[in-house]
């Protein structure tokens, strides 16, 4: 993958989030302005409904005798009143009120159980008893048309409960607007999103643009550096070889030299991976071989350094990852060196290799100095160091955790730290592992 592939993507993602944010937004903003609209109309229409039921009750109030029982003379007030079981007649009144009752208005009158006893223009059971006495709600006649119903108490003179008055008015041009915005949403959103995602692919090109040039010079500077480092240090290696030096100059010259050459080669190998490159074909690599070769090449390091090193790793079959195993060589090698250094004498180191859902977790335990808090964000930094004495002494050169890191990056992988003071370190590598159908 080269710089204009890994800015792609950072610019697709910063698109892609920006366009789901808004998108996301607009989707917020088009809910609560649809829940406001609805308790909007909602307490507008019980309002009404209200008024047109306080109409009837004062008519009504002076005939209303027996609890849930209509007498002949309140039937006679209320032209085309409709029983149970009964016929019901149109409305053939010239009385404005009764006449919205033929404009999608409806009225009932209820027990105080909540069952029906009439209607006025239509059947009573039109809608199902209100039983569990509802104020208000929303529900669908017989014929599937939304009506929005209103429950007002109705009392004789001395204050007892009669029954109730049921009002409802339709309110199905109100559902049929609702569903067009629903549409409206549903596919405007979703519009608004690729219109703002474009937008915002063209804006994270305008921002990336700079910030791009400078990684691109910083990659080209590091490159250009190490490659202009080898030069000297070949003609340096000439010198010490071929002249005569004395056998204390020589050897320090030598070591600066050494140093030279692994902090050239580590620069080069850093911008490689940092810049996507990958001039090795990946293979299958077997985790459980490749542990148990480092563990083998610094068994005598930690002797020299009196720290006992071992290792746990599963032997029942051999777990595979694609990758470049030089580079994971490397990346484990760094780590467990780093233990073998930070630990003190007789102190240990415990390599331990787990798998899990399609994972190989490798976790290098130390018994050593440990990083304060306030380093570990760092440690994974170019040329940081978290003892500058301790680590120069050693011959690091700031570069092997900043290895370790991109080596894992560029293997899709993630590694760890968990660390405290004189208790020790605890690095921890997952990668993935090759599932045995794609092998």
């Not at 909602?42 to 008024?51: A, C, K, V």
């Not at 010239?94 to 009932?108: I, T, V």
């Amino acid at each position: 993958m080269d710089n204009n592939s890994i800015f792609n993507n950072s610019r697709l993602k910063l698109a892609i989030t920006y366009g789901g944010v808004m998108g996301l937004t607009l989707l917020i903003c088009g809910c609560i302005a649809h829940l406001v609209m609805v308790k909007a109309f909602t307490r507008t229409i019980d309002r009404e409904l209200e008024i047109f039921g306080k109409v009837f009750e004062d008519q009504l109030k002076s005939e209303l005798k027996i609890p849930g029982e209509l007498s002949i003379n309140t039937q006679k007030s209320l032209p085309g009143i409709c029983f149970e079981k009964q016929s019901c007649l149109p409305i053939k009144s010239e009385s404005d009120l009764l006449g919205l009752l033929a404009e999608g208005y409806y009225l009932r009158f209820l027990k105080p159980s909540g069952a029906a006893i009439a209607a006025i223009g239509n059947h009573p059971d039109e809608f199902p008893d209100n039983i569990n006495l509802h104020h208000s709600y929303d529900i669908k006649n017989r014929n599937g048309e939304l009506y929005h119903l209103h429950l007002m108490p109705l009392k004789i003179k001395n204050g007892q409960l009669w029954g109730y008055l049921q009002v409802g008015r339709s309110i199905q041009q109100l559902n049929d607007y609702m569903n067009s915005l629903h549409w409206l949403l549903g596919l405007g959103v979703p519009c608004s999103m690729i219109i703002i995602g474009g937008a915002g692919w063209w804006l994270a090109g305008l921002a990336m643009r700079p910030i791009e040039k400078s990684y691109a010079q910083l990659q080209k500077f590091t490159a250009d550096a190490a490659h202009e480092l080898r030069t000297p240090i070949t003609s340096l290696q000439t010198i010490v070889e071929t002249n005569s030096i004395q056998p204390e100059t020589k050897q320090a010259l030598e070591r600066q030299i050494k140093r030279l050459v692994t902090l050239t080669q580590d620069l080069l190998l850093l911008s490689r991976l940092e810049s996507g490159l990958q001039p090795e074909k990946w293979q299958e690599i077997c985790l459980n071989d490749l542990v148990a070769d480092v563990e083998e090449e610094l068994i005598p390091m930690a002797m020299t350094a009196q720290v006992l090193l071992s290792s746990h790793i599963p032997d029942q079959a051999c777990f595979y990852i694609q990758g470049n195993e030089n580079q994971i060589y490397r990346l484990l090698l760094n780590l467990v060196s780093n233990g073998i250094k930070y630990t003190p004498v007789n102190g240990e180191v415990k390599i331990n290799f787990v798998t899990n859902d399609h994972q190989g977790i490798i976790t290098i335990k130390d018994t050593g100095i440990g990083i304060p808090a306030d380093d570990i964000p760092h440690i994974f930094d170019r040329f940081y160091r978290v003892n500058t004495d301790r680590s120069r002494n050693s011959g690091g050169s700031g570069l092997g955790l900043a290895i370790a890191l991109a080596i894992t990056q560029t293997h899709k992988g993630k590694l760890e730290v968990q660390s405290q003071i004189d208790y020790g370190s605890t690095f921890t590598l997952i990668l993935p592992l090759v599932s045995p159908v794609n092998r």
